[in-house]
């Protein structure tokens, strides 16, 4: 079995310095490939140095709606910059991400929010590379901005939205993501998507730190190795067994991040 983390912060301060065996544990769990988003200019060279280190894991680089109080016009050139550096020296750089709009959070302007975004999409499509999308509360702004621009598609991280809008996502050519939340029982909403969606439009994440799933205590932060259970989840809901769900899952994060398949060999991933 292989299944792909699409999204988790292993550069998270509650991994500092038990990274190493955080990826481990994943790995003993067929947890074999992760892709570490950024957040911030900040935090560029940790997700890329994390990723040269660990040939289980890819890295995106992009800021964050959250992050555009203290992001500038300079960090959107050094993205650009690091971007061509990267793809130069063949560093595992997969998407542009995690970009998007969050009016969920107050606080928070939303022209600028906008304003990095945009620009972010045109990045992506300077440099063909697909998007790591985070949303929250603005699913249909998002998806209006995505309409103005040719992209390669990507995939809308922790997917809460509704199954029009879903579809609306799959029409422009993105995955959605799907863990922890689906998780809990009592979660009808994203459960119902999570078993109605065609199953080649879902891909796997656990968000790790965050969105713990139903069996990890408060205490303890989530991690990779957890997306194996999250699978079996999937798999219950869905009515099927989880080899399938890690087959069609793991073709799905490589079709769309296709720069992660190179990272592979084809054998590897059967196995
Ligand atoms: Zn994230």
């Excluded at 292993?10 to 769990?29: H, I, S, T």
């Excluded at 709606?65 to 061509?84: C, E, T």
């Excluded at 107050?106 to 304003?115: E, S, T």
């Excluded at 656990?206 to 194996?228: G, Y």
Aim: neutral net charge.
């Amino acid at each position: 079995m292989f299944l792909i983390d699409t999204h988790c912060h292993l550069d998270a301060p509650e991994f500092k310095g038990n990274q190493k065996e955080c990826v481990e544990r994943a790995v003993a769990k067929e947890v074999k490939m992760m892709v570490i988003p950024s957040v911030c200019e900040d935090n560029f060279s940790s997700v890329i140095e994390l990723s040269q280190s660990n040939r289980h894991c890819a890295f995106a680089l992009g800021i964050h709606p959250l992050y555009v109080n203290q992001s500038s016009v300079d960090d959107l050139n050094h993205l650009k910059d690091l971007i061509l550096v990267c793809q130069k020296e063949a560093k595992p750089l997969v998407a542009l991400g995690e970009i998007g709009l969050d009016y969920y959070v107050k606080g928070i302007d939303q022209q600028k929010q906008v304003f990095y975004f945009t620009q972010q999409l045109e990045i992506a499509c300077q440099n063909q590379l697909p998007v790591i999308l985070h949303v929250r509360g603005a699913i249909d702004d998002v998806i209006k901005h995505l309409r103005q621009y040719p992209l390669n598609g990507g995939i809308a991280h922790a997917f809460n939205g509704s199954l029009q809008q879903a579809k609306q996502l799959i029409d422009l050519g993105f995955k959605l993501g799907f863990g922890g939340a689906m998780t809990y029982t009592r979660a009808h909403k994203i459960r119902s998507l999570a078993k109605t969606l065609p199953l080649e439009s879902i891909v796997l994440e656990t968000d790790a730190p965050d969105i713990r799933p139903s069996w990890v205590p408060k205490t303890t932060p989530n991690e990779p190795s957890n997306l194996k259970e999250i699978a079996k989840n999937l798999a219950v809901i869905r009515g099927i067994n989880i080899s399938q769900v890690a087959d069609i899952t793991t073709k799905n994060a490589l079709e769309i991040l296709p720069l992660l398949a190179k990272l592979f060999t084809p054998s590897e991933v059967l196995l």
